[in-house]
T-cell receptor, first 112, second 110 residues
Framework: KAGVTQTPRYLIKTRGQQVTLSCSPISGHRSVSWYQQTPGQGLQFLFEYFSETQRNKGNFPGRFSGRQFSNSRSEMNVSTLELGDSALYLC???????????FGPGTRLLVL | GQQVMQIPQYQHVQEGEDFTTYCNSSTTLSNIQWYKQRPGGHPVFLIQLVKSGEVKKQKRLTFQFGEAKKNSSLHITATQTTDVGTYFCAVLGGGFKTIFGAGTRLFVKA
């Protein structure tokens, strides 16, 4: 069974731009969670989606948004990028939220 | 909000020595998970503990959940260079939000 895939793997943007990251979960997994990982802050929860519904959002500004499609694929968007948004963005999928989360390889975003 | 404190932040060991990382919470936890992230990689699920006093073993790794369900530990016996990485504890919080500890980065010197 194919694992969680994330595209793109690497991204360089400049301040003020916006970015869209994509996550394709493992087939059959309906829960998708997103995390931001930085050396200083560790793994911070961004959002969780299940059946196209956002069930929770972490403590991030409104510039961070996301959505989930009917095939469980998910996207997250960051508008008006700031230097501090440079991070590794990870998504994880699970059959349901309570089950084991499987992480994708992440998208490494650098904001210049 | 719910938080989990993980210590130590870093640990340097000689190959063959043991290693332990601890995860503590001020509130009772319904569950705790452990993940390993290799340098340059992504977190990989190791195990989930849900019962008070639970102990689970995976080869050289021993996971414990405290009797009061407020703390957990991961112990590695006789570390190897393949054990290098960051070990995270995580809690499935209420409201579909997973809270991760800050992680313990393990360095193993051959």
């Amino acid at each position: 069974k194919a694992g969680v895939t994330q595209t793109p793997r690497y991204l360089i943007k400049t301040r003020g731009q916006q970015v869209t990251l994509s996550c394709s979960p493992i087939s059959g997994h309906r829960s998708v969670s997103w995390y931001q990982q930085t050396p200083g802050q560790g793994l911070q929860f961004l959002f969780e989606y299940f059946s196209e519904t956002q069930r929770n959002k972490g403590n991030f500004p409104g510039r961070f948004s996301g959505r989930q499609f009917s095939n469980s694929r998910s996207e997250m968007n960051v508008s008006t990028l700031e230097l501090g948004d440079s991070a590794l963005y990870l998504c994880a999928s699970s059959i349901t939220y309570e089950e084991t989360q499987y992480f994708g390889p992440g998208t490494r975003l650098l904001v210049l | 909000g719910q938080q989990v404190m993980q210590i130590p932040q870093y640990q340097h060991v000689q190959e063959g020595e043991d290693f332990t990382t601890y995860c503590n919470s001020s509130t009772t936890l319904s569950n705790i998970q452990w993940y390993k992230q290799r340098p340059g990689g992504h977190p990989v699920f190791l195990i989930q503990l849900v019962k008070s006093g639970e102990v689970k073993k995976q080869k050289r790794l021993t996971f414990q959940f405290g009797e009061a369900k407020k703390n957990s530990s991961l112990h590695i016996t006789a570390t190897q260079t393949t054990d290098v990485g960051t070990y995270f504890c995580a809690v499935l919080g209420g409201g579909f939000k997973t809270i991760f500890g800050a992680g313990t980065r393990l360095f193993v010197k051959a």
